[in-house]
């Protein structure tokens, strides 16, 4: 491997994961990382002090125009719209460096779909200055330079979507063994259904969000209230036992998921935020079923095998 192509692959998996970060769908992340890769092959790297910066600079300010154009055409999307998860044959995500444990399990949880999905609540330049400070621990001053700001600027936006974020979740933490004993019983549950079993699951300010694209049945606004949800899934999980739907727990983005399979078709992929703080235990806060075909077509390929299994 020569030098130039060497040069970019020691980088490729934190361009490939600031990508990620900022569109929220592998495939727009492997385009603009392609596309840097082009700008990178026409450039004199004998010329660059830091290729790591220049490398790191054009795949921000090309991720930053996708996602600008992202937002519009999302203002026009049917429904709410859900990250695409990443798979196994998505190139790695960066976490290498001289991190230490504590850091690097903060990275790979801004890798969650629960945290992908908050980032929508950002405005596309905050949440590049957000993630390129918060996430890449690159300075204010570093963070200004890339995005073609000045400091005072970079410290306002980053200032801005902490707060937005912090609005929404005081601190974004994952366990992934409670969402796993959570999927559990929430899968038994839609395998034998009755309205007090699926209550039983839910906060009471429970919110159910689905994403179909106008292409399949979802609901077209998010949906809240333990007892409203409860209904919701007895309904769906009768309807799936006709329709002989199976159920496994898979990992999407490093957290447990529910995959729902119809004979050999993945027709959703579900993944939950819970509340501990419930008195009676720990119960599902937020639901969010990814239900477009083209977003689960990749994730069907790589885990087809899973489909004749039923969760038992």
């Not at 998505?90 to 290498?96: E, I, K, L, T």
């Not at 950002?122 to 330079?145: C, M």
Request: glycine share 4%; aromatic share 6%.
């Amino acid at each position: 491997m020569d030098p130039h192509t060497a040069c970019f692959q020691q980088h490729r998996p934190r361009l490939f994961g600031l990508a990620y970060r900022m569109l929220g769908t592998p495939g727009d992340a492997e385009d603009a990382v392609h596309d840097a890769w082009l700008r990178w092959h026409a450039q004199d790297m004998e010329t660059l002090d830091d290729p790591e910066a220049w490398l790191v600079t054009v795949t921000t300010r090309i991720a930053l125009d996708r996602l600008r154009r992202a937002k519009t055409e999302r203002e026009h999307y049917t429904g709410p719209w859900l990250p695409e998860p990443l798979v196994e044959t998505s190139p790695p995500v960066d976490n290498s460096g001289t991190d230490t444990p504590e850091a690097v399990l903060e990275r790979d949880q801004t890798l969650t779909l629960s945290f992908l999905t908050l980032l929508e609540r950002l405005g596309p330049d905050e949440r590049a200055a957000f993630l390129l400070n918060e996430v890449f621990d690159y300075s204010h001053a570093e963070t200004a330079a890339i995005l073609g700001i000045t400091e005072a600027a970079c410290r306002q936006r980053v200032h801005r979507a902490r707060t937005r974020l912090r609005e929404d979740r005081p601190r974004f933490n994952v366990d992934t063994q409670a969402q796993q004993r959570l999927l559990q019983r929430f899968a038994a549950a839609m395998e034998r259904p009755t309205l007090d079993s699926l209550r039983a699951l839910f906060a009471e300010d429970a919110v159910h969000i689905s994403d179909g694209g106008g292409v399949v049945t979802a609901a077209l606004r998010p949906l809240h209230g333990a007892e409203r949800l409860a209904r919701l899934y007895l309904q769906i999980a009768l309807n799936q036992g006709k329709q002989h739907v199976y159920h496994r727990i898979s990992q999407l983005n490093g957290t447990p998921a529910l995959l729902s399979w119809h004979g050999e078709t993945l027709i959703a992929a579900s993944w939950i935020d819970h509340d501990d703080t419930s008195p009676d235990g720990e119960r599902i806060a937020a639901v969010h079923v990814l239900r477009h075909p083209a977003k689960l077509a990749r994730l069907a390929a790589v885990t087809k095998t899973a489909a004749p299994a039923s969760l038992h």
